[in-house]
């Protein structure tokens, strides 16, 4: 099952800052030491569009300002596995929500479906509003990051060609609605952490493990642009 985490962020209503114009620009960089495949999937398509961005390299993409989606890498893929990422074939995701409640841009790290690379998303020449979500906090154009992908037990481990390339969820291997957040557990008091998105969470503080992690997991900004980074 897919989520889109940033559906959620509703709940974040209250900003009242002013949107800058024009597009938006996302600037993905392959840090690892590894060439990746990068997918851009909107939000609503069924399939995204796949670039080769070599190691040590980047790429931009000029994006509408009301642009939603999603940014994932692989380091091996061919036809629709490079350019669709979900409970099967997980991937580690840097969401995007431009021009949402308030003006505001949302962002997050999503390992909600499982994960595959470490990733970091930088504001570009950010600016923050008055929420409730403050910036004390760190929530406001902030930068979550995930320098190494957590311990992944062995019976969710996914292999491609004999080699271990992503981390299932405990939704995609277990599929019950507790660990899905679906039927009577489709309820943000319902549907709580466990033990294994609290090991995900303990790893990655700053990446969505569940889908109703929104407090500790969704960041916003005014920004020209993100940066998406591959093994920071």
Known sequence: MLFSTLLSVAALAGFSIAAPTGGVQVVVKNQCDY??????L???ASSGS???VSKGSSKNYALDETWQGRFFGRVSCSGTNCTTAGASDPASLAEFTFRGSGGNDFYDISFVDGFNLPMKIVPIGGSSGNSSNSSSTGYECGTPTCSSIPTCP???KIYTDGK???CQSACAKYGTDEYCCTGSYNDSDKCTSNSYSKAVKD???SAYS???DDKTSTYSCVAKGYDV???P
């Open 35 to 40: 060439d990746l495949t990068v997918s851009k």
């Open 42 to 44: 909107t939000n609503g």
């Open 50 to 52: 796949s670039d080769k």
């Open 154 to 156: 062995d019976d969710m």
């Open 164 to 166: 271990y390339t992503s």
């Open 203 to 205: 790893e990655c503080p």
């Open 210 to 212: 569940y889908a109703y």
């Open 229 to 231: 980074v591959f093994c």
